[in-house]
């Protein structure tokens, strides 16, 4: 399975923007080492952006692309609707909702079948959950310290969209997340923009 080799904290150093949320991440970032502080055209700063959201989702450019090809052929608003789209996957839920402290480790949770959708186990991190989609610890990877310690002492983000059973170990899906409440910085209008002119 392809993935994103850089090193997590150059890349986020060069893409301006700390993606993995990491409090290291960007310590080296006001040395002039990142794409912030270099002048680009517009194609450059469109094209920055859709690598920040990217990297942000851990996507390859290929799985990328069919994202931003469903989302223009949706009816609502492309920019959010590719986002709600990549927010909904499998893995970066599984992160949101703190069974994983990384987008990595979530993916890699995923992939050895650690989670259930619903009570059915799912190994696809592209997995797009849906509206009240519950997730939960395989029963045998419960007794895995380090996902029950992730769960019940996680220090990202509350968010509204997500419902939490810290002592039955669930999480559900409550409501599909508006673009402002999605956690990223990132002008899904540009990296729209520079889809459309390809």
């Not at 990328?64 to 590719?82: H, N, R």
């Not at 310290?145 to 997500?162: C, V």
Request: proline residues 3%; contains cysteine; hydrophobic residues 35%.
């Amino acid at each position: 399975m392809a993935k994103m080799m850089e090193p997590r904290f150059k890349l986020s150093r060069r893409l301006g923007v700390n993606v993995y949320g990491h409090p290291k991440a960007m310590n080296r970032a006001g040395n002039g080492s990142y794409r912030g502080s270099k002048k680009l055209s517009n194609y450059g700063i469109q094209l920055l952006e859709k690598q920040k959201l990217r990297a942000y989702y851990g996507v390859m450019e290929k799985q990328f692309k069919l994202y931003v090809d469903k989302a223009m052929q949706s009816t609502g608003v492309t920019g959010e609707v590719l986002i709600q789209s990549l927010e909904c996957r499998l893995d970066n839920m599984v992160y949101r909702m703190g069974f994983a402290s990384s987008i990595r480790e979530a993916r890699q949770m995923v992939n050895h079948g650690h989670l259930l959708v619903n009570g059915q186990k799912v190994d696809i991190p592209s997995y797009g959950l849906k509206l009240g989609d519950e997730v939960s610890l395989r029963e045998k990877s419960q007794q895995v310290e380090k996902y029950i310690s992730n769960f019940t002492h996680f220090e990202g983000q509350t968010l509204s969209y997500i419902d939490k059973n810290i002592e039955m170990l669930t999480t559900k899906l409550v409501a599909i997340p508006s673009r402002e409440e999605i956690p990223i910085e990132v002008n899904d209008h540009l990296v729209v923009e520079y889809y459309s002119r390809r």
